[in-house]
């Protein structure tokens, strides 16, 4: 498998820099009401995607374009109410319309399609699901206290509700997947991970960041370790992409132990899950399986100390509604370090929202 382009992290941060002052300019074009209602009813929008991903939109004219009745006839629906959202999705740039009047895919419409290279239509569905809508809903609640919504409202916690709901938990575990799947790629051309023989990811699920690490370092060994419920999934995975022989697939909790002897241990999106206290007893518990001098890498959005629009900035209201968790700055992430016996060297920004937290073993 080719690896992904990647632009340059620096360049994607001036683009974003550039949309912001755009964004601005366009705030104050008009006026404020109008500006406030328009970022408002952005909700309504989310919604039309999520309905069009429920549809299976995408997936019926993967095929080439469709006349609106047999759109309709495909996904099941009534044809005049989705001529209606088709035409709202059209005017957000979602799917175009055919000089003839067909309906077809554009690149926005496109990552709505299942098969997709990094498929977006998980994560519309779970944002727009009546449960994860519900949860959104509570969020003064929890700003109010504090505390997660989830546990109050369902009477038990997130990953075990998630886990009990036999559709949200697939439409989740989809959802996850899409938006790791477009960190993966930033993630391996923003570091150099040549130099470790012995590479372990902890709680690294399948192993899809791992096997991607090891298809851009030939000489390196891998550790995966997660609970042994997710493991199963792994094997099939490693050997999709070529990594099996390479791998010790080790089943346990971080909250016990972690492999030893690795020469870096990365973990992505795994600290965010956490509270400060639980945070410390996973990296207490890396730091005692690594030796003086091995190099730690968390993977998170580290909320920057600007001012602009930053995703992490709306993830972190995501893990409070949930788990009571946080998206943490970089200062944040160094007391948390020094907690735990690391040293915190660097932030290697990359082109996702995602840096790679870099420290060493103290
Ligand atoms: C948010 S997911 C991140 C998965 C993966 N690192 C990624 O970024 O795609 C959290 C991971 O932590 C794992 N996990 C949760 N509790 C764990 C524990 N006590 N010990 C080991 N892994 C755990 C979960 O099974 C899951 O794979």
Same mark, same amino acid.
């Given at each position: ?62 095929? #080439? ?5 047999? /759109? =309709?006839?495909?996904? +099941? *629906?009534? @044809? &005049? %109410?989705?001529?209606? !959202? ?116 902890? #709680? ?5 960041? /791992? =096997?991607?690490?090891? +298809? *851009?370092? @030939? &000489? %390196?060994?891998?550790? !995966? ?138």
């Amino acid at each position: 498998m080719t690896p992904a382009k990647v632009p340059p992290a620096g360049l994607v941060r001036a683009i974003e820099r550039v949309r912001h002052h755009l964004r601005r300019v366009h705030q104050r074009a008009v006026p404020p009401p109008a500006a406030m209602l328009e970022m408002i009813l952005g909700a309504w929008v989310a919604q039309g995607i999520a309905a069009a991903a429920q549809l299976g939109v995408a997936d019926a004219l993967a095929d #080439g374009p469709l006349r609106p009745e047999e /759109l =309709a006839r495909r996904v +099941q *629906a009534d @044809p &005049d %109410a989705l001529d209606r !959202l088709m035409r709202a999705l059209v005017g957000e740039g979602i799917f175009r319309r055919t000089r003839d009047g067909r309906y077809a895919l554009n690149a926005l419409g496109d990552t709505l399609r299942k098969g997709a290279p990094v498929s977006i239509a998980g994560m519309a569905r779970f944002v727009g699901s009546p449960q994860h809508r519900e949860h959104w809903s509570h969020l003064a609640d929890a700003v109010r206290t504090g505390e997660a919504v989830i546990p109050k409202l369902r009477g038990k916690e997130a990953f075990d509700y998630i886990g009990s709901e036999p559709e949200l938990g697939g439409i989740f575990n989809d959802a996850m997947t899409s938006v790791s799947e477009l960190a993966i790629a930033p993630v391996v051309a923003a570091y150099d991970f040549s130099r470790f023989g012995t590479i372990a990811d902890i #709680g690294g699920g399948h192993g899809r960041l /791992l =096997a991607a690490i090891l +298809q *851009a370092t @030939p &000489d %390196a060994q891998g550790v !995966l370790y997660d609970l042994a419920q997710v493991l199963d999934g792994a094997p099939d995975l490693l050997t999709k992409y070529g990594v099996a022989e390479r791998v010790r697939v080790v089943a346990g909790s971080f909250f016990d132990s972690v492999p030893a002897g690795a020469d870096t241990y990365i973990m992505k999106n795994i600290i965010h899950d956490w509270p400060d206290d639980k945070a410390l007893t996973i990296l207490r518990n890396v730091r005692e399986a690594a030796g003086p001098g091995t190099t730690l890498l968390l993977v998170e959005a580290v909320i920057p100390e600007h001012d602009r629009e930053f995703l992490g900035k709306w993830t972190d209201m995501e893990m409070l509604i949930g788990i009571a968790a946080r998206e943490r700055t970089e200062d944040q992430y160094r007391k948390l370090y020094q907690q735990s016996g690391f040293r915190l060297t660097r932030i290697v920004p990359t082109a996702s929202p995602f840096s790679l937290v870099e420290g060493v073993a103290i």
